[in-house]
């Protein structure tokens, strides 16, 4: 069940920028209303034996979430986490599941009428079931993220077998499916009493 809410025909979307530092940057949106917080870029564990575009698991306040590179996950490269930069992470609340996505910047807040959203072309992406459409604002194209399919395709390892292995289903999967030889014993401690709740 979608959680994005449309006032008067008008969507309000977090505008954000990835594959900054490649000819292929572009602007994407997401629905404010998915959107829980944006935090600057701490610390994140990678998680052994991982799809690429899972970037790692972060401490939110006590509870353990996993972080996509969005730009990975597009097919735009993996993203460097560096210093001193507009990285941030989009703390995302999707049926409950909270997820980090990050990105290269987060741009702005913005409204969008739904009469001014088009469809993406179907050369655009490898996969467009990620777009909800495609909007122009201000002479820059932004691309709508459909945020509920982006997440639920998300595996975190490459074990192909484990059909319920996605975001949604994710530290009890994680934990039996990974060594946790990589992680320290403060986040595998996390862990376990998240999977214990």
């Known amino acids: 069940m979608s959680t994005e809410i ?3 025909d008008v969507l309000q979307v977090v505008s954000f920028t990835v594959a900054e ?23 994140v564990t990678k998680i052994p034996k991982s799809k690429s575009y899972v970037k790692g698991l972060m401490n939110l306040r006590g509870k353990i979430i996993p972080v996509i590179d969005v730009n990975s996950k ?3 490269g993996e993203t460097i986490i560096s210093a001193n ?5 989009l703390v995302t ?3 409950n599941t ?17 009469k001014d959203i088009d469809d993406v072309p179907s050369n655009m992406f490898a996969d467009n079931n990620f777009f909800k459409g495609i909007v ?3 002479d820059n194209i932004i691309m709508i993220l459909d945020i509920e399919k982006f997440l ?38 996390l862990i376990k009493q998240e999977i214990n709740k």
């Not at 930069?85 to 992470?89: A, E, F, G, N």
């Not at 996505?101 to 702005?108: A, I």
Request: glycine share 6%; charged share 25%; aromatic share 4%.
């Open 6 to 8: 449309i006032i008067n």
């Open 21 to 43: 530092k490649s000819k292929k940057k572009g602007n994407y949106c997401i629905s404010i209303d998915q959107v829980k917080e944006i935090r600057i870029v701490d610390t």
């Open 74 to 76: 597009l097919g735009l």
């Open 85 to 89: 930069s507009k990285q941030r992470i």
């Open 93 to 95: 609340d999707v049926n």
């Open 98 to 114: 909270l997820t980090g996505l990050l990105v290269d910047e987060v741009n702005d807040v913005i409204k969008i009428s739904s």
């Open 136 to 138: 122009k604002i201000h």
């Open 152 to 189: 639920n395709h998300s595996n975190y390892t490459d074990n192909h077998n484990d059909s319920s292995n996605h975001i949604g289903h994710n530290l009890k999967n994680f934990k039996d499916t990974c060594e946790i030889n990589g992680i320290t014993p403060e986040i595998d401690e």
